[in-house]
């Protein structure tokens, strides 16, 4: 049941500073001991238990915006940043959210991702030859930012020369989704907004002139020709300009953004865990399960918010009115101890619930799928390749809740 507002805001204080993020295992469980739902002073509802979040993010009764309160981010009219973020399908409701995730889904689907292996495989292999001779590497910077970014630039066609900016920007623009962001940090994202609504603009304007075998060129004919990826479309599945360029810089930031900081991540708790490194480096098999306990041990991802349309009921008995603002932490839901033993270890063998990284319910995370793939990919060409991987120096953490990730992680790479 919801607990006191002094006692949650007391371990809400933690999780909003550097040194309470750098132990977020350690603040969810304080925050599971108080309870499955916690009302703060200053921030509103957050829910925190498995069971609550799994069952709030597939209740068609919560919702990501309402007509009368369009804004999900606070100011979002005065910061271009908030806005390029609004106008995502990420943050709509049905019925359009439902229309657009049908027209880009199709580029998604299984057999799609499954078919995009061969590609992927020559990415990794090319960067893996790069950093092959040079031993000492940040792997953000020569890896987990430049693999996964080439093969979503391939697919949706964004030029490899153009992709290097997208490092900087992506995290400038992802700090106006935190909690606490600063008004510099606004700034900032504000600014890499402009620059990346600038850079698909002319990508779009180059398309038309020139289309080519991408998601780009695809989107366009939606857009301009009413030609929709949905079976039997009669037109009335179109896009609108600016939904196709928010669309288009939705997939691209998302389809990067989550998998560099599962590779940064997953990286650094194997390095941290040296007997389950060992383990997957003598057992491949066991990668599925390895990547799928790394989402859950530091979920990149780890807030997300929603409104209650109506009064819900949650799993725990707590009834929400309608109208109320919950902020969901996934972090906290995968550390859940009622359904997790021991959930601030790596446990390659789990055989528990399925991890709630990238959500569940209508919002499930489309490019979920290509994320895990390239982990794997990724995970099981490293440790093939160097039997030896060390921690170089002490990393650097993201400053940021909602967006979990490393600045620089610093690795010595040894073939024998």
């Not at 943050?91 to 995009?116: E, M, N």
């Not at 929603?306 to 009834?319: C, E, Q």
């Amino acid at each position: 049941m919801a607990t006191s507002a002094t006692d949650v805001d007391e371990v809400l204080s933690e999780l909003l500073t550097p040194e309470g993020r750098r132990d977020l295992a350690g603040v969810f469980r304080r925050l599971h001991e108080l309870g499955e739902l916690h009302r703060s002073q200053f921030l509103g509802r957050f829910v925190t238990s498995y069971r609550n979040v799994d069952a709030v993010l597939r209740d068609p009764r919560v919702v990501r915006r309402r007509p009368a309160r369009q804004d999900v981010l606070p100011a979002a009219s005065e910061h271009s940043s908030r806005r390029l973020i609004n106008a995502t399908f990420m943050v709509q409701d049905p019925p359009d959210h439902t229309r657009i995730r049908r027209l880009v889904s199709k580029a998604f689907t299984p057999r799609a991702v499954v078919g995009l292996q061969p590609t992927i495989e020559r990415i990794l292999a090319e960067r893996l030859d790069e950093i092959d001779a040079r031993g000492d590497i940040d792997l953000m910077s020569d890896l987990a930012f430049p693999f996964p970014v080439a093969v979503i630039g391939h697919l949706i066609g964004v030029p490899e020369a153009d992709q290097p900016p997208f490092q900087k920007l992506v995290r400038d623009l992802t700090d106006a989704l935190d909690l606490a962001v600063s008004d510099a940090d606004l700034g900032h994202a504000d600014a890499a907004a402009d620059t990346i609504v600038e850079y698909f603009t002319g990508l779009v304007a180059e398309r038309r002139r020139r289309p080519a075998d991408d998601l780009v060129s695809a989107l366009i004919a939606v857009r301009d020709d009413g030609r929709s990826v949905a079976e039997g479309g009669d037109g009335s599945d179109r896009l609108t300009e600016t939904e196709l360029l928010a669309t288009l810089v939705l997939l691209f930031l998302a389809g990067f953004e989550t998998t560099t900081n599962l590779i940064g991540n997953g990286t650094y708790a194997l390095l941290n865990h040296p007997a389950e490194l060992d383990a997957l480096r003598r057992d491949p098999a066991l990668l599925p399960g390895a990547v799928e306990e790394m989402l859950r041990l530091d979920t990149p991802v780890q807030v997300i918010p929603r409104l209650t349309a109506d009064d819900v009921t949650l799993p725990d008995g707590t009834v929400v009115p309608g109208d109320r603002h919950l902020l969901v932490l996934l972090g906290a839901a995968n550390h859940d101890p009622r359904v997790f033993t021991d959930p601030g270890v790596l446990k390659l063998n789990r055989a528990e619930a399925a991890t709630l990284s990238f959500g569940s319910g209508i919002h499930y995370c489309l490019g979920a799928g290509l994320a895990r793939l390239e982990a794997r990919l990724v995970f099981g060409a490293l440790l093939h390749r160097f039997p030896s991987i060390e921690l170089a120096e002490t990393p650097q953490w993201r400053d940021g809740l909602t967006v979990r990730g490393l600045n620089r992680l610093r690795v010595t790479l040894r073939r024998a």
